[in-house]
């Protein structure tokens, strides 16, 4: 069911506010061109388009889409908005477009800085050691830390503290920006402990201390220790040899002499050492394998100290070669293949040794092979020997005797190329004979130093 179209007299509902009413009675009952000025007004705003960044009212719309017609018209329980005017076809229009609504803008995010890199202490000074020292005074020198860090490098802060306290007093007013020092106006006798730290913009490094505290006394002489010649390559000995070494040294006050073996504190059982003011004797009366290893000897006053080392390499007999077999044969010769021994006996192998035997009686062939022949008859004879019935009279590999019948032939240092047919040929004015001497190898024996194996 439609209701029916109201008036522009329809009365509408009473409203509280009386004032926002009274424009509506005046244009209902005043002049027809205001009316209708008002209403060309009031459609015009209504039409006009909203700034492009405003948003746009529900009201508003609904407002210019309503058709004058029965569905377009308010109903009665409807009250106009205030500050709202009714049209000739009972929609209100607004008295003044709406204002436009900004929409806020995020401002860009700026670019995040790069972080700043972190301040930290460097690591602290290395090699602290003492350089010299006097009656009243002493040196120090070190090294830069291994880190800096992002900071620069400030300088070096030096401290002491006497023994028994725990005080530290710096030994300088600021810093130092060098990596030694020396330490004047110290009390003669005062027995100190020194250390240095590095600073940066972050502030102190952990500390370099010395080993140990220091007596401020005079070194009349540096610890110096005087390395004999021999001694300075590695010192070779045989198992069972005896070792005694003299090593000189100077230093006054008298140095602390201190001897280790790779590092580690010498065992009395393995060596005895004996020192006087100027020298340090080293003996093993009888070395072994285990004595091989590098000595180090140390003479200090104080912190000041010298260094040498002695490098000790005692040899044995090394085992058998392993695996010997052959090879190969051919004719009066034998190829010979074998591994190197599994214990060297602490030593570089140079090289090997082979020897030959007769399988019979096993005498060993190794030096010089001797062939005896007696002859029965007229000794007046022309000798010739013959290899192989080649002619070896002039080679010096061979000698060949005769005396009182008995022709013997030697051969020098034998080697299996050496095996053949030997003959030979006595000549006189009754005739010739020829004697035929055979060498066969037929036992071999490879031999490394005194170590034997057969096969």
């Known amino acids: 069911m439609t209701k029916a179209k109201l008036s522009k007299t329809a009365e509408k509902k009473p409203v509280e506010d009386k004032k926002s009413l009274e424009p509506v009675e005046e244009t209902a009952a005043g002049a027809p061109e205001n009316a209708q000025a008002n209403c060309e007004h009031s459609k015009a705003e209504t039409e006009a388009p909203p700034p492009p960044d405003a948003e746009q009212e529900p009201g508003a719309s609904s407002a210019e889409a309503a058709p004058s017609g029965e569905e377009g018209a308010p109903a009665e329980d409807e009250t106009p908005a205030k500050g709202v005017t009714l049209t000739e076809s009972g929609s209100p229009a607004e008295e003044a477009a709406a204002p436009a609504v900004q929409t806020p803008v995020e401002p860009a995010a700026a670019a995040e800085p790069d972080p700043q890199p972190v301040c930290t202490p460097t690591s602290e000074p290395l090699g602290l050691c003492v350089d010299d020292v006097s009656d009243t005074s002493i040196t120090l020198k070190w090294r830069r830390p291994e880190r800096i860090g992002s900071a620069d490098l400030e300088g070096y802060g030096i401290e002491y503290c006497k023994e028994g306290t725990d005080e530290w007093i710096p030994a300088m007013e600021g810093l130092t920006e060098r990596t030694s020092t020396v330490i004047k106006g110290l009390t003669t006798g005062d027995k100190l402990q020194f250390r240095v730290r590095a600073y940066n913009m972050a502030g102190p490094s952990a500390p370099a201390t010395l080993a140990q505290p220091i007596t401020i006394r005079e ?16 010192l070779i000995k045989k198992v069972g040899d005896t070792m005694n070494i003299v090593i000189p040294f100077q230093g006054k006050p008298r140095p602390k002499v201190t001897w280790s073996k790779d590092g580690e504190p010498l065992d009395p059982t393995i060596a005895s050492v004996r020192n006087s003011e100027v020298d340090t004797i080293f003996f093993i009366r009888k070395t072994e394998r285990k004595h091989s290893g590098k000595y180090e000897l140390q003479v200090q006053i104080e912190n000041v100290e010298d260094k040498a080392a002695v490098t000790l390499q005692v040899v044995d007999l090394p085992g058998p070669p392993e695996a010997l077999k052959i090879v190969d044969t051919w004719g009066f010769n034998v190829a010979l293949e074998w591994k190197p021994p599994k214990d060297n006996g602490n030593c570089e ?14 005498v060993r062939l190794s030096s010089s092979i001797n062939f005896i022949i007696i002859m029965l008859f007229n000794q007046h004879l022309n000798l010739t020997w013959y290899k192989n019935k080649m002619d070896i009279s002039n080679e010096a590999k061979y000698r060949m005797i005769s005396k009182q019948g008995v022709l013997t032939l030697e051969i020098r240092k034998p080697c ?7 003959t030979c040929k006595a000549v006189n004015d009754s005739g010739e004979d020829t004697v035929e001497c055979k060498l066969e190898v037929r036992l071999l024996i490879a031999e490394y130093k005194k170590k034997t194996i057969h096969i």
């Open 219 to 234: 070194i009349m002489q540096r610890p110096k220790i005087w390395l004999p010649r021999n001694l300075r390559q590695t």
């Open 349 to 362: 192998i140079t090289g090997y040794t082979i020897q030959k035997a007769d399988k019979k009686t096993m």
């Open 416 to 422: 299996p190329f050496d095996g053949g047919v030997y």
